[in-house]
């Protein structure tokens, strides 16, 4: 039971994202998640305000769209023993942004389960992950390129 309410509770946080004032402002928010926490689906209207000089989204709004989601679900599944930061970050605009558009971000139990092993003889890694923004047509707008920096708390301290 207690689990069960764990799950909603990080379900509804996640949500409530899509109230923080800058995702907020962006017109961006989260569609939904599973309830382990491993696919979230993440939407961007194009409004006024987030329009750049030829009309189409803002570069820095489709980055924002994508930017903590890798994080926050390898640390909901990996648990509070990992220490988790983002450490570099690009993004490649493949074609013009305009309405509503949209990145899904994935995280099958293989690769949990790799970087567990890989945990188990490494101090720390360096694993890269990638989403792609969409638009309507399911046309790639933005491929995302996230490195993140992953160590078990008990391992010797090493620097990001």
């Not at 490649?92 to 890989?118: D, H, M, N, W, Y």
């Not at 990638?130 to 047509?137: E, F, Q, S, T, Y």
Request: positive net charge.
């Amino acid at each position: 039971m207690i689990r069960k309410n764990v799950t909603a509770l990080r379900h509804h946080l996640f949500r409530l994202m899509s109230l923080w004032p800058p995702y907020l402002g962006a017109g961006i928010y989260v569609q939904s998640i599973d309830p382990h926490c491993r696919r979230i689906e993440v939407r961007m209207r194009m409004l006024p305000w987030t329009r750049n000089y030829v009309g189409t989204h803002f570069g820095g709004s489709l980055y924002a769209m994508t930017d903590p989601f890798f994080m926050l679900m390898l640390i909901q599944n990996l648990g509070k023993d990992y220490i988790i930061w983002d450490k570099a970050a690009s993004i490649r605009f493949k074609k013009p942004g305009t309405g509503l558009v949209r990145a899904v971000f994935e995280l099958p139990e293989s690769r949990l389960a790799e970087i567990r092993e890989q945990l188990k003889t490494a101090a720390k890694i360096e694993p890269v992950f990638h989403v792609n923004v969409l638009n309507a047509a399911g046309e790639v707008v933005a491929e995302v390129e996230k490195l993140l920096y992953i160590r078990h708390k008990k391992s010797l301290r090493q620097p990001l």
